[in-house]
């Protein structure tokens, strides 16, 4: 059974780090491009990184410079590198594996506040 894992979140303070990561339970991962989008109430998710199998990577604008996408093609797992965090980027952060299909997961939390 495919199954996708998200985890990580948690509260942060403004300027803070945190670090999302997803295990995907697929035999060739490599072939997925994957991805993190977020959302907040009352609006759409919205793509914040994304990575290829050989590792070309994309982000949102509001987040280059902070915020760091990896993935490990042998462990099945994808990781975002959340630094110099923003009340802003508060939201639900769900991540995606995309290869003709989507596959979610479940979704985790991050809260930054003061």
Not at 33 to 45: A, D, H, I, K, S
Not at 46 to 58: C, D, R, S
Not at 80 to 86: A, D, F, I, V
Not at 91 to 114: E, I, K, L, P, R
């Amino acid at each position: 059974q495919v199954q996708l894992v998200d985890s990580g979140g948690g509260l942060a303070q403004p300027g803070g780090s945190l670090k999302l990561s997803c295990i995907f339970s697929v035999n060739i991962f490599s072939d997925y491009l994957m991805n993190w989008y977020r959302q907040t109430p009352g609006n759409e998710r919205e793509l914040v990184a994304g990575i290829t199998g050989g590792g070309t990577t994309n982000y949102a604008d509001s987040v280059k410079g902070r915020f760091t996408i990896s993935r490990d093609n042998i462990k099945r797992a994808v990781y975002l590198q959340m630094n110099n965090l923003k009340p802003e980027d508060t939201a639900v952060y769900f991540c995606n594996a995309h290869w003709g299909n989507d596959f979610w997961g479940q979704g985790t939390q991050v809260t930054v506040s003061s």
